[in-house]
């Protein structure tokens, strides 16, 4: 028969695989509150690293509800300590997104290098691909658009066949790299393959962000109404999630594909609304944006 702890142990596995489960339907609550049940079942088991790692994923689920700056102290501990492989690539993993989701690009690279490091120690390719992945979002977001091309592309190689999203994820990211570097049709391409999938996943926020680097490739070979297409469901569905930058980015593209389109009524439009609800005090920020060229003032993944 089990022992009290063996139980606890067994215990506390079932609770990660729940709040696994939870995390990717989206339940970021319901997981991070499942992986502190969890830490507490292996402290009571006696299982240290079951407990760090137990940690390091509550702690990350904070960083995604952007409560994380009270978790980088512990995360921090946890990265030195290194009680495992996979506990060190995680501790990194999670700094480096906090500091993503804060725009301190500097300092995600560094700590998204780190957890590379670390997830080629483990030699897996979840950790490794999603270590890829997160650094070429901090290249990226510098505008270092071949590089973090680069680290999308082997990001999405390594992509574990059984994780569809990601490899949708993955591709968006490489994607607008090669938009953005001269190869907007091979960009294009993988952007909406990876649309396909995050439909059939019904991964609204992701999706949101599929259209919208759709619409910037589809201005890229002067296809304006294409873009305004993709740019207006990008709009529909960032309003659907909530996500005031996608709602911001949508209002840009929409302007500058209906001027391009030929509507200049539809262009202001777009740029009054995006004006009203975004820079209240810039007044002449419509008459601007009616002579402007879009693509050299938005980053759409910064």
Not at 201 to 229: K, N, V, W
Request: aromatic residues 8%; contains cysteine.
């Amino acid at each position: 028969m089990p022992t009290d702890s063996e139980t606890l142990i067994e215990q506390t596995h079932d609770l990660r695989a729940r709040a696994r489960d939870a995390y990717r339907s989206g339940d970021l609550a319901g997981a991070e509150s499942l992986y502190e049940s969890a830490r507490l079942l292996a402290q009571q088991g006696g299982d240290e690293p079951l407990e760090d790692l137990c940690a390091c994923s509550r702690a990350g689920l904070a960083i995604e509800l952007e409560r994380g700056d009270s978790e980088l102290p512990a995360l921090r501990a946890l990265l030195l300590r290194n009680s495992t492989p996979f506990t060190g690539f995680l501790a990194a993993y999670w700094i480096a997104r906090h500091y993503e989701l804060k725009k301190d690009y500097g300092k995600a690279l560094f700590y998204g290098q780190a957890a590379l490091k670390r997830a080629r120690v483990v030699d897996e390719s979840e950790p490794i691909s999603g270590a890829l992945n997160l650094v070429g979002n901090a290249l990226l977001a510098q505008g270092y658009f071949a590089e973090a091309g680069t680290h999308f592309e082997a990001a999405l190689a390594a992509a574990p066949s059984a994780d569809p999203l990601a490899g949708a994820l993955f591709g968006i990211n490489l994607g607008y790299c090669q938009v953005l570097t001269g190869e907007p049709k091979r960009g294009l391409g993988n952007l909406l393959r990876s649309a396909r999938y995050l439909r059939r996943l019904d991964a609204s926020r992701y999706l949101a962000q599929a259209h919208l680097d759709a619409s910037y490739g589809y201005l890229e070979i002067d296809r304006p109404a294409a873009a305004l297409r993709h740019g207006r469901r990008a709009l529909e569905l960032a309003v659907a999630v909530d996500w005031t930058t996608g709602q911001k980015n949508a209002l840009y593209l929409l302007g500058q594909s209906a001027r391009l389109n030929g509507d200049a009524q539809a262009a202001r439009a777009h740029f009054a609304s995006l004006q009203a609800d975004f820079y209240p005090r810039q007044p002449y920020l419509p008459d601007f944006l009616m002579s402007a060229d879009i693509r050299a003032l938005v980053n759409l993944h910064a």
